[in-house]
Nanobody, 115 residues
Framework: QVQLVESGGGLVQAGGSLRLSCAAT????????MGWYRQAPGKQRELVAR????????NYADSVKGRFTISRDNAKNTVYLQMNSLKPEDTAVYYC????????WGKGALVTVSS
């Protein structure tokens, strides 16, 4: 059974930092691309960042380039999202995602950025 569990969300002031983690079980983590997505109130879910299975390839939404960094530790079956210089518009529920022919989502971690 595939499970993705996000952690590390919370309330932070604008300009602050948070690091999200997503721990995966039930998959061969080291061969799976992973992604972070977010959904703000009243908006569609959007891609934030993706990382290839080996970690050598990443891509980011334009809105977070230069502020967020996605990384992974295949020994710990965990993907991270380091978020710096947070803005109120980054407020959202953040989800991690993977696919094995079926798409799997975590339950999400709420990030709230106050102005």
């Amino acid at each position: 059974q595939v499970q993705l569990v996000e952690s590390g969300g919370g309330l932070v002031q604008a300009g602050g930092s948070l690091r999200l983690s997503c721990a995966a079980t039930g998959i061969i983590f080291s061969i799976k691309d992973m992604g972070w997505y977010r959904q703000a109130p009243g908006k569609q879910r959007e891609l934030v960042a993706r990382i290839s299975a080996g970690g050598g390839k990443t891509n980011y939404a334009d809105s977070v380039k230069g502020r967020f960094t996605i990384s992974r530790d295949n020994a710990k079956n965990t993907v991270y999202l380091q978020m710096n210089s947070l803005k109120p518009e980054d407020t959202a529920v953040y989800y991690c995602k993977t696919e094995t022919g079926i798409t799997y989502w975590g339950k999400g971690a709420l990030v709230t950025v106050s102005s």
